[in-house]
């Protein structure tokens, strides 16, 4: 066990699946001589060669069909998008390839990749770079979504989304690599954390916050910050969209008897839509309160510091939320 | 064998039924002839008893909910027992908490059956579940509108179900009024409050719209019915009251060590039921094709309860001293402001007499009762200045007001009614005699 980076929980399940298993490779843009865009794949190169960490052009339709090719056939793909932005080109491999081979094949075609990078808003990278696209992958039946939060979660969840045996998209946080935090280490045997199950990451009994992500942090902010009104909230992170741990929102949920779903995406039709509805329809009589979501405003992230700010859920939105809820004024 | 729960018939002229407080929530186990809920009907509010042993695995109308006389609200079968083939369309058989309502499939409510035809003399006793309803396509009708439908959160309404607490009791301190989980446990903490619907919270609107009781829409039914159809005309009298005063000041001397106090409006009621004895054709029902003139007077005593008014009955005052018709109208007004009358003690009276003396009324005039053919307004007992052998002099003096169905009594009939009345109440010793 030791306390090290998110970015480094990655490199360090990468670098496990990799010697475990030798149809494990990564391929992406910068991966290989530069050692990740974001240093995701530090001292990949070195220790296993090219044939298993391959440096592409800039081409991402291209090598995300060159992955589901190469998973047909047997190996175990790890496609990296320098961030899930520029895998809006690769959809149609991913959704109509990946997502789909396995029941147009009648069962017969498995496809075990990973789609794995950053997703969400940065620091003024503008429109077109700080999109959260989970999204665009949850809502096609066929591949599973997967949002670590923290370092022991990226670990444990991308060592688990490797060995599926059908495609997983593996959403990370540009924000999040830096963050730091307890991770079993390989002397600690083989960490993995099954998909589909969510983790309370603080327990309480007056309100649930379900969130996933970044935005994790953000409800662990706001929660601490409730605390000190006399407010005891609980905060659930759903590691993985899909599968969704059903279970464990309706547990929440019967819990504290009021919800508030926060997201980093644009509210129309985003994950908290889901969730809410969810909630409504399985535990509608444990509700003593509307479910109030709080997301990104319903506009393209804007570049100017401000209005970017501005755009994106804050500590006070979440709190106004709660107090919605509780029916504080 | 799984049986349906039926709104019952609990009054005679009962169209449908609001229930205020289920006793029993989903699940639990019920006996033949147990109480399982409270129903406010046109009148009173009653107790729906179980018709079969078993669980009361479904209820298909909360707390506030309204349904008319033979809809299905709920079902009575062993655990696990299938009662799909019972449950009305677009109702599913999943457990829920405590009673929510299903919403109504489209098909149509089946006609009130229980109404009793109102030229006949009702029977005193209510008729238990009409012959009608058998089929599960009877739906129940979701809580209407304008019955004040409650707003209160599922978890609320689950805990006030719980609790036994009707949500109509209980007020609301979320958004638009809604009852909220921190209401229901502060309403727990509280002496249970009579079950009458909320008022609107207060606002600086222009208006706030109260939402009808069953009472109210009785009472607006069954008036219209008798203003619109009956021929009413007023005769007025006034009588001189100075012998009654003292006589009650002596009655009520007497019966000081009985604890009992006789008022002036009991020995009203006492004169009018002789007075009737000898006036058959007021003491009278309109029959529509008949006339039904009583041989014994039992009278409908107007009683004003919160929000209403009600005419619990003095059964054969005729034969009743003034004690007892005291003691008898004062229980019953008192059970009648609770809500608490069963229908045999309002329905069936052959006359009925309203005071609105206490409030300083001079005179007024009644609505009939149908399908009564008279009522007596009774006005405020005060000292007057009269004409006396040429002389003015102060008495104490009453109006009374007869309201006459003109198809039953002709105006020299009611007026020799009011003359005997009259002789009674200025000499009373006539009663004796």
Not at chain 1, 293 to 322: F, G, H, W
Not at chain 2, 114 to 141: D, G, L
Request: aromatic share 4%; net charge negative; hydrophobic share 45%.
């Amino acid at each position: 066990m030791a306390s090290i980076t998110y970015r480094d929980a990655l490199n360090q399940a990468l670098a496990e699946e990799m010697a475990r298993d030798d149809s494990v490779f990564l391929m992406g843009e910068e991966v290989a001589e530069y050692d990740g865009a974001y240093k995701v794949s530090k001292g990949l190169l070195d220790r296993f060669g090219d044939r298993r960490v391959v440096d592409t052009p800039i081409s991402e339709l291209g090598f995300a069909g060159l992955g589901v090719g190469a998973a047909m056939v047997g190996l175990k793909p790890v496609i990296e998008f320098m961030t899930f932005n520029f895998s809006l080109l690769a959809l149609d491999q991913a959704i109509n390839s990946a997502a789909k081979m396995l029941y147009m094949s009648g069962g017969q075609i498995h496809l075990p990749m990973v789609f794995r990078g950053p997703t969400g808003a940065a620091l003024q990278l503008g429109a077109q770079h700080s999109q959260s696209c989970a999204t665009w992958y949850v809502h096609a039946p066929g591949i599973k979504v997967v949002t670590p939060a923290t370092p022991a979660d990226a670990k444990g969840l991308l060592k688990a989304a490797i060995r599926d045996e059908d495609p997983v998209a593996f959403m990370e946080g540009e924000l999040l690599y830096n963050v730091k935090g307890e991770v079993p280490g390989p002397e600690d045997g083989d960490f993995v954390i099954p998909l589909g199950l969510a983790d309370v990451k603080r327990e309480g009994s007056d309100v649930s916050i379900v969130t996933n992500g970044a935005m994790v942090h953000l409800a662990l902010t706001v929660a601490a910050k409730l605390e000190k009104d006399g407010v005891n909230a609980e905060v659930l992170d759903l590691r993985s969209l899909r599968p969704l741990d059903v279970d464990a929102i309706l547990a929440t949920v019967r819990k504290t008897n009021r919800a508030v779903v926060l997201e980093e995406g644009w509210p129309y039709v985003g994950i908290g839509a889901q969730i809410v509805s969810i909630i409504q329809d399985e535990a509608f009589d444990d509700l003593d309160a509307p479910v109030v979501r709080v997301t990104q405003a319903d506009i393209p992230m804007p570049y100017a510091k401000n209005l970017e700010v501005m755009a994106k859920p804050s500590v006070q939105r979440v709190v106004d939320a709660c107090n919605r809820v509780l029916y504080r004024n | 064998m799984a049986t349906t729960v039926h709104m019952e018939a609990l009054s005679p002229t009962m169209e449908e039924g609001q229930v205020v407080r289920w006793l029993k929530a989903e699940g639990a186990a019920v006996t033949s002839g147990e109480v399982i809920a409270e129903v406010e009907t046109d009148k009173a509010t009653m107790e729906l008893v179980a018709r079969a042993d078993g669980k009361l695995r479904k209820i298909f109308i909360s707390e506030g909910g309204v349904a008319p006389v033979g809809s299905v609200i709920a079902v009575i079968g062993a655990e696990g027992e299938d009662i799909s083939a019972l449950l009305p369309d677009g109702a599913t058989a999943q457990a829920g908490g405590g009673g929510a309502a299903r919403p109504a499939a489209a098909a149509e409510v089946g006609a009130p059956t229980a109404r009793a035809a109102a030229s006949v003399a009702v029977p005193p006793e209510a008729q238990p579940a009409p012959a009608a309803v058998a089929e599960p396509t009877v739906v129940v009708e979701e809580p209407r509108s304008d019955g004040g439908r409650v707003k209160a959160s599922p978890l609320a309404r689950r805990l006030a179900a719980d609790g036994g607490i009707p949500l109509a009791s209980i007020r609301g301190s979320g958004p638009g009024g809604r009852i909220v989980k921190r209401d229901v446990e502060q309403a727990a903490k509280e002496p249970a409050p009579l079950a009458r619907p909320a008022l609107p919270p207060p606002s600086d609107a222009d208006y706030a719209d109260v939402p009808l009781t069953q009472m109210r829409k009785t009472i607006a039914r069954r008036l219209v019915e008798s203003i619109g159809p009956v021929p009413h005309f007023f005769l007025t009298i006034d009588v001189d009251m100075t012998r009654v005063v003292d006589a009650r000041k002596r009655v009520n001397a007497l019966l000081d060590s009985r604890g009992i106090k006789v008022s002036y409006n009991d020995i009203v009621l006492k004169a009018t039921a002789v007075a009737l004895r000898q006036h058959p054709n007021c003491n009278s029902h309109w029959g529509g094709d008949h006339i039904r003139q009583f041989n014994r007077v039992h009278l409908g005593v107007a009683v004003a309860v919160d929000d209403g008014l009600i005419t619990p009955i003095v059964r054969d005052a005729h034969v009743k001293g003034i004690a007892q018709i005291a003691e008898e109208v004062r229980e019953l007004a008192g059970r009648a402001r609770e809500r608490k009358l069963k229908p045999d003690e309002y329905t069936g009276a052959t006359f009925s007499v309203s005071n609105l003396g206490m409030f300083g009324i001079e005179a007024f005039t009644g609505v009939i009762n149908p399908p009564e053919a008279g009522i007596l307004a009774v006005g405020a007992l005060e000292e007057r200045a009269v004409v006396e052998a040429g002389q003015v002099v102060v008495r104490p003096r009453m109006r009374i007001t007869m309201s006459c169905d003109h198809r039953v009594i002709d105006g020299a009939q009611g007026a020799r009614f009011l003359e005997t009345l009259k002789a009674i109440l200025e000499e009373p010793l006539t009663a004796l005699v």
